[in-house]
């Protein structure tokens, strides 16, 4: 009569470690599920703890618990944020505007208005660095975060063994959608010079991708509200104006706006083609006062009538 009891008990016992391995393995998959999402959703965390605004476009960082999540954001340093004020496009000075846009997506852009250079970032919570992958000049940033606040981000650059404190402010704010940002990489590869000669048709949507960052750009000071608009720096054949869109002179085009191209020979042609589309006709929207609504609604109709020019 004992050796059927013992033989119960030594089941349920087998049963019981049959059972908890099973358990433990569940929470193993669970955790490397969750690791992997992680690592592979760079998206879902820069969401995470974040509110969105009024109309929904942009979310607000200053709920944001993670370093990373408010890292995705355009960061400006403290000193040069004010450089813009008064600079005319035309503007032969050259003014230094330090800033980086980190991406959610991985990417990033960096001095858009200065020497501008784009890669992969990454950061690393454990030693509170941020890397910087160099595609243009071939070099890696790495800096040490000091002090961080959704508005306020202080950096030391300890790849060049600096002790210097670098103070960065920011919005404190982003589009939900980041293709929205005129600074994500995907909306910046228009300004990468090519290593080859390129087609017509290569040129026309080269064009066409500069145009795509004005409407962002214009998109971008409306919904965040920017209290300075200036185009100093950003690579264009066109003159911005207050309600009025114009074309620069040859003698006025920048090397920047050169540069996007594989020769001078081939930005000319863009510059033709952009001559071209100017001479089109285009309604502005009466009763407007807003100058950056009026500029951006017919910028975004010369983007869909550079289609029908050639």
Same mark, same amino acid.
């Given at each position: ?194 290593? @080859? ?23 971008? @000071? ?44 081939? @930005? ?5 083609? @952009? ?36």
């Amino acid at each position: 009569m004992q050796c059927p009891k013992f033989a119960s008990q030594n089941f349920n016992i087998v049963t019981r470690k049959y059972f908890i391995a099973i358990v433990i393995s569940a929470f193993i998959f669970s955790c490397n599920s969750k690791n992997n999402k992680d690592a592979n959703s760079k998206e879902d965390l820069a969401l995470e703890n974040v509110k969105s605004g009024e109309n929904g476009e942009l979310v607000y960082l200053d709920t944001a618990e993670s370093i990373h999540n408010i890292l995705c954001q355009e960061w400006v340093l403290a000193d040069d944020a004010d450089g813009l004020e008064g600079m005319e496009e035309t503007s032969k000075f050259e003014v230094p505007y330090r800033s980086f846009y980190f991406s959610t997506k991985g990417t990033f852009v960096k001095n858009p208005r200065n020497t501008f250079d784009c890669g992969t970032w990454n950061y690393d919570d454990a030693a509170k660095t941020i890397t910087l992958n160099n595609t243009i000049d071939k070099t890696k940033d790495i800096y040490k975060i000091a002090k961080i606040a959704s508005d306020e981000l202080t950096l030391v650059n300890v790849g060049i063994n600096s002790t210097t404190n670098l103070k960065f402010i920011a919005p404190g704010k982003r589009f939900k959608d980041p293709q929205a940002e005129p600074y994500l990489l995907d909306n910046n590869k228009w300004r990468i010079k090519p290593k @080859a000669k390129e087609s017509d048709s290569a040129i026309h949507q080269r064009l066409k991708e500069n145009l795509n960052f004005f409407i962002l750009f214009y998109k971008n @000071a409306l919904a965040k509200d920017e209290k300075t608009v200036s185009f100093w720096g950003l690579p264009s054949c066109f003159k911005w104006y207050g309600g009025a869109i114009f074309l620069k002179k040859k003698e006025e085009l920048k090397e920047n706006w050169i540069d996007c191209f594989y020769n001078e020979d081939q @930005a000319m042609q863009a510059y033709a083609l @952009a001559d071209r589309l100017l001479s089109q006709k285009y309604n502005w929207p009466k009763g407007e006062q807003n100058w950056l609504k009026l500029n951006l609604a017919v910028v975004e109709l010369m983007y869909k009538k550079l289609d029908e020019v050639r």
